[in-house]
């Protein structure tokens, strides 16, 4: 009889184990997709057949977290990928909502890769995507019919660079995250000073117009990158600020400014990688030293090398410098 009491028992016991195993699976998933949405957990989930694991993740907390994804497999080796940038300068009330809405319409685009930058001064984005449905509908997201509040190139179009292969090295994740601006440049602000209004930067030039321009005497022409930069390549004429870091720039500006090697009543033209320091650069002539017309490159030096490609005419000697693996035009978050 104890014999059959204990056999029952353990038949009892291991039904029950079983059956709590079964039904705790759909919560258990359910506890995984949930935390992604946390903002300070580190999760994955495996490929269903395959032992690749698809890591889906969200770092830290506060202005500087950050939501990733890494694929589990490579991108298909028949597609061609669009090499895509943009930035605007826009108040953003809320980043880390802007940027939980931007990561979960990103993961909805098969295989698009990048990184995004949100912060309360605008957005920052550089991608590499498959050219075709995925392409637009990454447009799509960022434009005016997109999941943004603001329409992200209203004011200008993405700065498109090279078409190419699978597998030239670009991005191996998708990353948005918020920072506390989209482009950090350490000027120095006194007590009660009012941060610079951005969007009075001066006056953007197509390639075509800079190049007519560049081409007439006593041009007062500026390269805003760091020297490492200006070491590889510049435009003829251009005089380089000699710069370490982007935030050297104001001292050297100001310093330019006091000994007349900038002339604040002519026109003073400005240019860097991909056209976000002169915003800032631009801003700063103006607002802060008083330079009455400030001109910049649209698309910077990546958007004048596709239309000197075209037009088989070029004022620019030497290299782009590029700063990461991608070597796609060779831009990068400062540019």
Known sequence: MRSSLRS?????????AVHSFSIGQPYLSRATDLSLSSSNVQSSTTTSGSSAVSSNSTTASG?????????STPIDSELQLQLLSFYRFVPIFNPASIRDALFDQLLLIPEVRGT????SEGINAQFAVPVGDQLRSLL????????LPFDAFEQNPPNMGDVVDSNVSTFDRLIVRTRDFILRD??????????LDWSDAGTELDAEDWHEQLQKSNVQLFDCRNDYESDQGTFQSAQPLNTKTFSETWSVLDDQVKSDAINPDEPVYIFCTGG???VKV?????????????RSLRHGIIGYERWASDADQSLWDGENFLFDKRRFSKEDEES
Do not use: H, M, W
């Open 63 to 71: 202005s500087s977290a950050v939501r990733s994804f890494r694929p």
């Open 8 to 16: 029952l028992t353990a038949l009892v016991l291991l039904f029950v």
């Open 116 to 119: 995004v930058y949100v912060a």
């Open 186 to 195: 350490g000027i120095p602000l006194q007590d009660g000073d009012a941060p």
């Open 140 to 147: 799509q997201t960022f434009g005016k019919e997109g999941c």
């Open 282 to 294: 631009g801003s700063y002539l103006k607002n802060k030293l008083g330079c009455k017309d400030v």
């Open 276 to 278: 976000i320091r002169c």
